[in-house]
């Protein structure tokens, strides 16, 4: 008795190929609408579904294998007389393989000019009918939802005369995968389509994009997953154009880097270490912002990750060169930067397009037996409902450091506090468990350039001595959110030290 396999693919790579060797090993072959007229085409024998189903695909299409010959064909188990004797009294033919894959959705709502009609319409429904019935019954039938499975089912088809249980088990845990992840696209874009900001479960789904060598730490396993459309300006769609593969640890400090050179306009260039920013410069030109950076921590910078919203050129790739850095990011390398630059084996380049509009995400923190999940944090400088609360205004030129300082500490590690001059940090104290302490930290690291230097901090001061400390150092402004009950005492404390401090009533504590 000749096997039977059905074939309906969306992504027809190499299936005719596949195909005409199935029948080579004996299958006979029913298929649907496009995928039948490509095997007709090739000479390749085949059954439309209407001869096995006995009706028309009707509907446009959207109805031709939902039905009992299909479903009893592939669900039926083959060691049950009862179902063996049911198929025989109703002329229904076992399914011994199924290969299917599914419409385009993701594609589909990838476009730009996508609309809701097109995107509910590429919505696949038989499909994932097919492949579940299939894969519930892989003891019997073998099912193939990716072209990169064919060779290994031919293999041992010529081999073996049928695919071993254990392949057929892995094939049928990669279909759950597949249409739990089909779902969960669609889910997530009709949630999105009807603004459910706390669905009762919380579906998503990522793509592997490569096995990392390990985790933070040697002992612990770890893999690159994106999502199925991450956006563009993002590490996850990142071109590598050289070096080592990234580290868990690398791409980690490279989001935190992008995310950081995405808030400015001006050219600019982050150094980040440990998802902390080291040095953050500004300037005319990527080569004097990339100076800055490197001035602002000359010591941390080394073995660090450098993000840049500006193309390289020549004369900062040779100052780049200098030193040992992990990573660089940019939008683009000129041939000439990229020909300094590959002279380091191990360095890694990559590029971003910074530019690009991101559109603010979800984001995930897994917690041992659980996931929090919360808005992206965009609130910026020209949001916030700025007040002076000092007797002295702040100056032209430290309105421009505040807003340099305010923009960094946002993405320093909370408790935070950045020191800056209108052009790059001079000093930053991240993670500390008392504010007073990261201001020691960055006070110390700011060491000479501290006068004249403004302070940034993510949160309110609880007391006046944060304040009291800035202005014994130099410091001669302050932005920062207010909000405590001891508000007016750190006011009374830059009052004392002449200092001008702005309040903006929005925090931004980083975990």
């Known amino acids: 008795m000749s096997k039977r396999a059905l074939v309906s693919v969306s992504n027809k790579d190499g299936i005719v190929e596949f195909v005409q060797q199935l029948v080579d090993q004996g299958f006979e072959v029913v298929s649907t609408g496009g995928t039948k007229k490509a095997l007709q085409d090739a000479g390749v024998p085949v059954i439309g579904i209407s001869e096995v189903t006995h009706f028309p695909e009707i509907l446009d299409g959207r109805v031709k294998t939902l039905h009992p010959n299909i479903h009893s064909g592939l669900l039926a188990m083959r060691e049950r007389e009862e179902h063996q004797k049911q198929l025989q009294e109703h002329n229904i033919t076992p399914i011994d393989l199924v290969v299917v894959n599914l419409y385009p959705f993701k594609e589909t709502i990838a476009k730009p000019d996508c609309t809701f009609a097109d995107a509910i319409e590429n919505i696949d429904i038989g499909g994932p009918s097919m492949l579940r019935a299939a894969a519930k019954n892989h003891q019997h039938v073998t099912v193939v939802v990716d072209p990169a499975d064919y060779e290994t089912v031919l293999s041992e088809l010529k081999s073996g005369d049928n695919v071993t249980i254990e392949t057929k088990r892995r094939l049928a845990a990669k279909v759950f995968r597949h249409t739990a992840a089909y779902d969960a696209l669609i889910a997530e874009y009709l949630t999105d389509a009807v603004e459910e900001t706390e669905p009762e479960t919380f579906t998503v789904t990522y793509e592997r994009q490569q096995g990392l060598r390990y985790g933070e730490n040697p002992h612990q396993q770890a893999t690159f997953y994106k999502k199925p459309l991450a956006d563009h300006a993002s590490i996850a769609s990142a071109k590598q154009l050289h070096g080592k593969e990234l580290s868990y640890n690398n791409i980690h400090d490279a989001d935190a880097a992008l995310a950081i050179v995405k808030e400015f306009s001006e050219p600019a260039v982050v150094a980040v270490k440990h998802m902390n920013p080291c040095g953050v410069g500004t300037g005319q030109t990527i080569e004097e912002a990339y100076s800055r950076a490197y001035e602002a921590d000359s010591v941390s910078i080394f073995g660090g990750i450098v993000a840049a919203n500006r193309e390289i050129d020549q004369v900062t790739a040779l100052k780049m060169k200098e030193i040992f850095l992990e990573i660089i990011i940019a939008p683009s390398f000129t041939p000439e930067a ?52 000092t007797e002295r205004q702040p100056t032209e030129e430290e309105w421009e450091a505040l ?50 230097a403004v302070m940034g901090s993510d949160a309110f001061f609880p007391m006046g001595d944060t304040v009291e400390l800035a202005g014994k150092a130099g410091v001669t402004a302050v932005i920062q959110p207010g909000g405590s009950i001891k508000d007016q005492e750190s006011i009374d404390m830059a009052n004392k030290y002449g200092i001008a401090m702005v309040m903006t009533g929005v925090r931004h504590f980083k975990h």
């Open 338 to 389: 990229i020909d300094v630059l590959t002279a380091k084996k191990n360095l890694r380049l990559l590029t971003v397009d910074v530019k690009k509009q991101s559109k603010p995400e979800a984001m995930l923190t897994s917690i041992h037996g659980g996931l929090l999940v919360q808005d992206e944090d965009t609130y910026g400088f020209e949001d916030a409902n700025i007040e002076v609360v």
């Open 403 to 452: 807003k340099l300082a305010w923009k960094v500490v946002k993405h320093v590690k909370s408790n935070a506090i950045v020191l800056t001059n209108g052009q790059m940090t001079v000093g930053v104290g991240a993670g500390q468990m008392n504010r007073v302490g990261a201001a020691d930290i960055a006070i110390a690291q700011a060491n000479d350039r501290i006068k004249g």
